[in-house]
């Protein structure tokens, strides 16, 4: 849960610290106060997009920071991520993230104090909070939402997961094809350039070290008189001397046999022999080194120009094709693989379209089997929002989901048994209209994406007697304010996101059934309901019939603070008890008398009982 708030310099709130506490908390005050605000805050610290007009008037930053609670479930999913980044926190159980936005327009994002990417801020922030504000009642008018508000219902995403990969690979074989056959003639051209350029490396023989092989040989070629002369001169004075001065090796074995004479004397210069002996032995080595380099050497011009050429051609295929040696014989392996797949692209066309049509098999097998898990959940879906929507006072209202399958000749095959493209389903079942035009002779191939085979819409029927129509063209505000409510009671029921937030999503329903929204958003965190969830809830509202379910009451207020000449809008957070509550809850009746009063120690009074009995 989200226990604590952190707010400094954002919009008009210049510091705020909000300690928040399980259970139903709202947030109330007029217009303009600043209510809003702090949920934006809350999006901002989650990972939400980034404006430098947030910055307040005069400071050059904004900080933001929510302290979590986490519990069990919701660690075993987090403290994997965190070891694995290194952002272990120094308390297990809590978790910080923090979000700093720059006048300069650079945002700085920190889990656990240590700053981190935004993405991977999102990464660990994710399934935290849920925020439904006002904005997401045209959510229920995006009728390419509702397959995903489905799915999510019917906790479908796994198997969801499975099609999309399959409809992946789908087209990845697809687009291969269509390359080897749309690119037939480039790809001849293309043939015939690597088969040169494959040739014309292969004609080289090249050899891996072969360059430095040439340049060392090019080096003795081009100075063999020189190095001829230099090594005789070191064979002279090693082994024939000059004039009268003896070689160094006679020197040597003079020298050697002196010590040898000593140590017969004093066996203590043995060691001293032994050294003698082993330089007489290495200088003989030396010798027989250089006679062999000397005879190596040779003056032959018509082998300089060999090398030379065979230098030059190297240079030049490196310059084509690689740096080195290595690179170049690199590219020739890449170029004859590339020239097999091409070669052979007749055989690969065959290939896959096999594997083309291996994987439509599969997937009509998985997405048949997601529509009809769709169509199981979007009854029981119908059957708990007509239940909610009794609740908030549209009796004879009925909910429904539409499925189309749409034919398409490069669509996924549908199984002989399928005999139409349309389903209806509402709370009392699953109908396949008879319309002619909407049936079709099996095998037939319907049109597909990541999402499956339906195109998924929900349909209502306001008033009794009439049919369900799309949503989108015939619901009021007020009936799409109670259906989100309805919709997002019945989905919250099954989301394992620890802490809800309803910003003003109460918009245009009246007061007389503010203390069923209320009821039914206190009770999403009294664990009320089949699957006994409990959430932490908040919520932004002008009902006070809905305030007054809340477990804890703030009042958000803005004030004008002078400081010398000069005024400065801010906002405040106070919490609410005892007679300050009910005076806020007199005043969002729109009165401040004693009837007003009053009234709301009803709504109160109310509120005690209906927690009472538990869920309506």
């Known amino acids: 849960m989200l226990a604590e708030l952190r707010i400094r310099d954002f919009a008009i709130i210049d510091e705020l610290q909000l300690r928040l506490s399980p259970g139903f908390s709202v947030l109330t005050g007029e217009t303009g106060a600043g209510k809003s605000i702090i949920v934006d805050a809350v ?29 069990p479930a919701r660690r075993a999913v987090i403290d994997p991520l965190l070891e694995r980044e290194g952002l272990e926190g120094d308390d297990a159980d809590a978790l910080l993230l923090g979000r700093e936005v720059r006048r300069s327009g650079r945002s700085v994002s920190r889990v656990n104090g240590r700053a981190v990417t935004l993405a991977l801020l999102r990464e660990v922030a994710e399934g935290l909070v849920d925020i439904h504000g006002q904005s997401e009642h045209l959510s229920l ?45 480039e790809l001849a051209h293309r043939a015939d350039l690597l088969q040169f350029q494959i040739g014309e490396i292969e004609a080289a023989a090249l050899q891996p070290g072969e360059e430095e092989g040439l340049l060392e040989e090019r080096l003795r070629l081009t100075n063999a008189e020189q190095l001829a002369e230099l090594a005789g001169e070191a064979l ?42 082993d330089v007489n032995y290495r200088v003989e080595e030396l010798i ?25 051609l190297i240079r030049r295929l490196e310059r084509k094709y690689g740096q080195t040696i290595p690179d170049v014989l690199a590219y020739a392996e890449k170029a004859a693989r590339e020239l097999d797949k091409i070669t ?26 997601l529509s009809e898990r769709r169509r199981e959940a979007a009854q029981r879906l119908a059957a708990g929002i007509e239940d909610e929507l009794r609740d ?48 079709f002779e099996s095998p037939a191939c319907v049109a597909f994406d990541s999402s499956g085979i339906d195109h998924v819409e929900f349909l ?20 799409t304010s109670r259906l989100m409510l309805a919709l997002k009671t019945v989905l ?125």
């Open 43 to 71: 999006d901002l610290v989650l990972g939400g997009r980034a404006d430098s007009s947030v910055v307040r008037a005069g400071a050059d930053r904004s900080i933001i920071e929510a302290m979590f609670r986490l519990s």
């Open 141 to 185: 008018l995006r009728v390419r939402e509702h397959v995903n508000l489905l799915d999510r219902y019917a906790e479908l995403w796994p198997l969801r997961t499975q099609v999309a990969d399959l409809v992946g690979q789908v087209y990845a074989v697809r687009r291969e094809l269509e390359e080897l056959v749309l690119r037939e003639q």
């Open 236 to 277: 002279g004075a090693l082994e024939e001397g000059e004039g009268e001065m003896p070689a160094a090796l006679d020197l040597l074995g003079a020298a050697l046999r002196a010590l040898e004479g000593l140590a017969r004397v004093d066996p203590a210069l043995e060691p001293q022999v032994r050294a003698a002996e």
């Open 288 to 312: 027989r080194g250089l006679r062999d380099y000397q005879e190596q050497i040779e003056h032959n011009p018509r082998r300089l120009q060999e090398v030379e050429e065979r230098l030059s």
């Open 344 to 369: 052979h692209s007749e055989e690969r066309i065959a290939e896959l379209q096999v594997e083309e049509e291996r994987l439509l098999a599969v997937l009509s097998v998985q997405a048949v089997a």
């Open 392 to 439: 908030l006072r549209m009796e004879g209202a009925q909910f429904g989901v539409d499925f189309q399958w749409k034919e398409s000749p490069k669509g996924v095959p549908l199984p002989q048994s399928v005999s139409g493209l349309k389903f209806q389903v509402s709370g009392l079942g699953v109908e396949q209209p008879e319309t002619a035009d909407l049936q």
């Open 460 to 479: 209502i029927s306001p008033n009794p007697g009439e049919p369900l129509k799309p949503m989108v063209k015939i619901a009021s505000g007020g009936e």
């Open 492 to 616: 919250s029921r099954a989301d394992e996101t620890p802490t809800l937030i309803f910003d003003e999503i109460d918009q245009g329903i009246g007061g007389r059934i503010g203390l069923t929204v209320g009821e039914k958003l206190w009770n999403l965190t009294a664990g009320v309901g089949p699957d006994n969830l409990q959430h932490q809830v908040l919520c932004v509202t002008h009902l006070p019939q809905l305030a007054g379910f809340g477990d804890v009451h703030f009042h958000v207020a803005k004030h004008v603070e002078r400081a010398g000449v000069s005024e400065r809008t801010v906002t405040r957070v106070t919490q609410l008890q005892g007679g300050a509550r009910v005076e806020e809850l007199s005043q969002m009746l729109g009165g401040s008398g004693e009837a007003a009063y009053r009234s709301a120690e009803e709504i109160l009074a109310q509120v005690v009982r209906n927690k009472g009995r538990g869920e309506p």
